[in-house]
């Protein structure tokens, strides 16, 4: 019985995939456990907030370096949370839904480029 390299291939690919996404969230559970340790004057305003967002667009990041499928909607997230962290640190009121809308049209954007040259 001969094995499909194809069907080998994307299973490769998954079980890549979910190792990286099982990093990501082993990541952030680390993350919020420190945090959770800190006193609360050693807290930085905003931080889990862009810890977040720089361990969403990581995992992303590292899934596009890979060759495997990675979310506009999820790397949508982590640019937001980045922001939300980034506002709450420098206290800046990032005003939410307007900035989401931006970020959902920018990427709507980037579909139809990013189609049209595929």
Same mark, same amino acid.
């Given at each position: 019985?001969?094995?499909?390299?194809?069907?080998?291939?994307?299973?490769?690919?998954?079980?890549?995939?979910?190792?990286?996404?099982?990093?990501?969230?082993?990541?952030? /559970?680390?993350?919020? #456990?420190? =945090?959770?340790?800190?006193?609360?004057?050693?807290?930085?305003?905003?931080?889990?907030?862009?810890?977040? #967002? @720089? +361990?969403? =667009?990581?995992?992303?990041?590292?899934?596009? /370096?890979?060759?495997?499928?990675?979310?506009?909607?999820?790397? +949508? @997230?982590?640019?937001?949370?980045? #922001?939300?962290?980034?506002?709450?640190?420098?206290?800046?009121?990032?005003?939410?839904?307007?900035? =989401? /809308?931006?970020?959902?049209? =920018?990427?709507?954007?980037?579909?139809?480029?990013?189609?049209?040259?595929?």
């Amino acid at each position: 019985m001969e094995v499909d390299m194809e069907s080998t291939e994307e299973i490769r690919k998954k079980r890549l995939g979910e190792r990286i996404e099982y990093a990501g969230w082993a990541l952030f /559970l680390i993350m919020l #456990g420190v =945090l959770w340790m800190l006193p609360e004057e050693a807290m930085v305003e905003g931080g889990w907030l862009i810890g977040s #967002g @720089l +361990i969403i =667009l990581g995992v992303q990041i590292i899934r596009g /370096l890979r060759g495997l499928r990675f979310s506009g909607s999820t790397m +949508i @997230l982590g640019v937001l949370a980045l #922001g939300l962290g980034f506002g709450d640190m420098f206290s800046f009121d990032l005003p939410v839904f307007p900035a =989401l /809308l931006v970020l959902v049209g =920018l990427y709507m954007i980037f579909e139809i480029i990013a189609k049209r040259r595929g």
